[in-house]
């Protein structure tokens, strides 16, 4: 029977589709790059609503459907001008995850659905209610990968700064436990974060990739996660004095305040591994101080 692209074709063959249409996206022809990724949107759509690509099923087409989601959305974001087509097609992303049990997923959709409404279509009311929606499924996750704890938290943050000042409100995060649990799965934020990250360069050129995407995505929490895993890369083979120097070398003039503490508390976390104890006064010295804007308090966890 005919496959969902024609001709006979199954939807097992994406990835050369995908291939061209990232092809087309660096070469600069967006529109031409949007009617490929729509291509592959319209077949593989169906598939994931459907529970037929993902969850240890033809997992190279789950991704390759939610790359092309975030890709278009992109276009539409940054190169069309259609902030709304982006937020819409995020959006469906985000309820259909949240039908399937993929919590993570959904709680990345929601956070960028924020951002468009806060950023581009200049409603904060949108963009509180996609903060609270993220809020529900971090006290639901009884299934599924749960939400990470660095997306909950800036969650958490986004929603008490746009209540800030508002007398009778209680802040969602009046105090930040760090470092987090074994840290952040990588591989999981690269998934519901960044699927599309090779979009943006070459896989090989490592921390370098991460700061192009970071340049490209003005306005996004996504652009936040790309600066920190490429300073985690960076962190995953320092030494003690590498170490050290990565907790300044973020840059604080990231809108993110946020990140600063969880990188401070990341680099103790490493330090702990190194053995190296002397480390320890320093490095707590260190989260107390850049939570010191949050208005936040900090919990420092013993070591594992």
Do not use: C
Not at 169 to 193: G, T
């Amino acid at each position: 029977p005919e496959g969902p692209f024609g001709g006979g074709r199954t939807v097992s063959g994406t990835a050369p589709l995908y291939d061209d249409a990232i092809a087309a996206f660096k070469q600069g022809t967006y529109f031409e790059a949007l009617r490929r990724l729509r291509r592959l949107y319209s077949g593989l759509s169906p598939e994931f609503v459907g529970g037929r690509i993902g969850d240890g099923k033809r997992e190279e087409d789950r991704q390759i459907y939610i790359a092309s989601v975030l890709l278009i959305s992109d276009i539409y974001r940054y190169y069309t001008g259609d902030p709304r087509a982006a937020r819409d097609i995020e959006l469906k992303l985000a309820a259909d995850a949240v039908e399937l049990g993929q919590m993570a997923l959904a709680a990345a959709e929601y956070l960028s659905v924020a951002d468009i409404e806060r950023a581009e279509l200049n409603n904060e009311v949108g963009s509180i209610q996609a903060l609270v929606r993220l809020e529900e499924l971090v006290r639901d996750q009884s299934q599924g990968e749960g939400v990470p704890p660095l997306l909950a938290d800036m969650a958490k943050l986004r929603i008490d700064r746009l209540h800030q000042g508002m007398k009778g409100y209680r802040a969602r995060l009046p105090i930040l436990s760090l470092p987090y649990p074994n840290m952040i799965s990588a591989s999981l934020l690269l998934r519901v974060v960044l699927p599309h990250l090779d979009a943006y360069g070459e896989p090989s050129s490592g921390p370098a990739l991460y700061e192009a995407f970071k340049n490209t995505h003005p306005r996004s929490f996504r652009a936040v996660v790309a600066e920190y895993l490429g300073l985690r890369e960076k962190l995953s083979v320092a030494d003690v004095a590498n170490a050290r120097s990565l907790s300044h070398e973020f840059s604080k003039q990231n809108e993110e305040a946020l990140l600063a503490p969880i990188v401070a508390g990341d680099v103790l976390a490493r330090l702990r591994r190194l053995g190296e104890k002397g480390a320890e006064a320093w490095m707590v010295e260190s989260i107390h101080n850049a939570v010191t804007e949050l208005g936040v308090r900090v919990s420092i966890r013993p070591p594992e």
